[in-house]
C-alpha cells in the first residue's frame, strides 16, 4: 500500500493511492495515521479495505489536491549522521564506527510540497535527500537485526533539511541546525514493505533549480534500516508512527567548493525509487 494524507494543513485526512494519480479516502475507516493507528494493527485492518475500494471505487483524482506528510505528528524524529561513507568524506569527518544519532523536532514535519521557510539568521541553509523509516509497533531491546523487520510499517522520501552554521559553528549541538520549522517535508506517501523488493538497493537524488545536486544510492548506506531499528532500541523505545532519517548520499551544499547555500526563491526537487517525488520553494524567514 502507499499512504497518504489530503487536506489543508492540520486538516489532513487519511488516503490511499490508486495508481499513480488517484485515491480512495479512508476518513470513515481510520481517524488518521497515527501512534494509535500503528500500535493497533491498522495497516493489516485496512488492507482489505484499500484492495476493496481501488477495485469498485470511488476513486478520486490526486490533481490538485494538497499532501501533508504521511504520518501525523510523531513522538520523535530520530536521525543518523554520516551514514554515506563519501558523504562523510566531503564533510571532513570520520566513517563512524557506530552510528550518530540525533534529534529533529517533530514540529518540523510538512508534505512533500510545501514551502520550505529559512530561519531568522540562517547564512547556510542546506539540502539532504533521505530515505525515512516509519516505526509500526513500540520498539525496545529488539534482539536481533532481524526482528527489526516486524517492527518497520514502511518507508518515506524525506528532505533532512539543516542549517550548517547553526549545526557546526553555535556549540555543536546538531539539534539547532535541523529543527527550524519546515525542515522535514515528507512523502508523498508512506510506501509499505510489502511494495519495496529491496529497500538496499533504491536509487535518490536531489536538484536545486533544475541542477543535479544529490545522486546516489542506499546500497551505499554504511548501516542499513534494520540495523539502524535495532541499534536504535538499545538506547531509547520508539513509539508507533516514529520517524527514523537514515541519513544523506554526497552533494550537499556543504561539501562543495565553493559551498553553496540555498537562497529565497531556490527550487528543491528529489526522489526515490517507488517511494515518490518532492518539490518545495525556499522562502523569507517571518
Given amino acids: 500500500m502507499k499512504l497518504l494524507r489530503i487536506g489543508a494543513i492540520g486538516r489532513e485526512k487519511?488516503?490511499?493511492?490508486?495508481?499513480?494519480?488517484?485515491?480512495?479516502?479512508?476518513?470513515?475507516?481510520?481517524t488518521d495515521f497515527d501512534e494509535e493507528f500503528f500500535g493497533s494493527g491498522g495497516l493489516e485492518r485496512i488492507a482489505s479495505v484499500v484492495a476493496?475500494?481501488?477495485?469498485?471505487?470511488?476513486?478520486?483524482?490526486?490533481?490538485?489536491?494538497?499532501?501533508?506528510?504521511?504520518?501525523a505528528r510523531p513522538h520523535q524524529i530520530i536521525c543518523v549522521g554520516l551514514n554515506y561513507a563519501d558523504h562523510a568524506a566531503e564533510s571532513g569527518q570520520?566513517?563512524?564506527?557506530?552510528?550518530?544519532?540525533?534529534?529533529?523536532?517533530?514540529?518540523?514535519?510538512?508534505?512533500?510540497?510545501?514551502?520550505?521557510?529559512?530561519?531568522r539568521g540562517s547564512t547556510k541553509p542546506d539540502w539532504e535527500v533521505?530515505?525515512?523509516?516509519?516505526?509500526?509497533?513500540?520498539?525496545?531491546?529488539?534482539?536481533?537485526?532481524?526482528?527489526a523487520r516486524e517492527h518497520i510499517a514502511g518507508w518515506v522520501l524525506v528532505n533532512d533539511v539543516?542549517?550548517?552554521?547553526?549545526?557546526?559553528?553555535?556549540?555543536?549541538?546538531?539539534l539547532k541546525g535541523k529543527s527550524a520549522e519546515t525542515f522535514n517535508p515528507a512523502g508523498p506517501w508512506l510506501v509499505t514493505q510489502d511494495e519495496v523488493p529491496d529497500v538496499g538497493k533504491l536509487d535518490m537524488w536531489l536538484d536545486v533549480n533544475g541542477v543535479r545536486r544529490q545522486t546516489g544510492s542506499t546500497s551505499t548506506m554504511i548501516f542499513d534500516p534494520y540495523f539502524i531499528v535495532h541499534y536504535i532500541s538499545q538506547f531509547l523505545v520508539l513509539e508507533p508512527g516514529d520517524l527514523?532519517?537514515?541519513?544523506?548520499?554526497?552533494?550537499?551544499?556543504?561539501?562543495?567548493?565553493?559551498?553553496i547555500w540555498l537562497q529565497v526563491g531556490d527550487v528543491m526537487t528529489l526522489g526515490i525509487d517507488g517511494l515518490g517525488e518532492q518539490r518545495q520553494t525556499v522562502i523569507a524567514p517571518r
Avoid: C
Avoid at 539543516?162 to 546538531?174: C, K, L, P, T, V
Avoid at 527514523?244 to 559551498?259: M, R, S
Fill in 94 to 119: 570520520a566513517v563512524p564506527d557506530e552510528p550518530i544519532l540525533f534529534t529533529k523536532s517533530p514540529n518540523t514535519l510538512v508534505g512533500p510540497n510545501d514551502d520550505v521557510r529559512i530561519p
Fill in 130 to 147: 533521505e530515505l525515512g523509516i516509519v516505526i509500526g509497533k513500540r520498539t525496545s531491546y529488539l534482539d536481533s537485526v532481524d526482528d
Fill in 14 to 30: 487519511p488516503a490511499a493511492l490508486v495508481g499513480e494519480d488517484h485515491y480512495v479516502d479512508l476518513s470513515d475507516v481510520v
Fill in 162 to 174: 539543516s542549517e550548517r552554521a547553526f549545526q557546526m559553528e553555535r556549540g555543536g549541538q546538531w
Fill in 244 to 259: 527514523i532519517n537514515t541519513g544523506t548520499p554526497p552533494g550537499v551544499g556543504l561539501g562543495f567548493d565553493p559551498q
Fill in 52 to 71: 476493496e475500494r481501488a477495485a469498485s471505487g470511488p476513486t478520486l483524482p490526486l490533481h490538485g489536491q494538497r499532501i501533508g506528510a504521511p504520518v
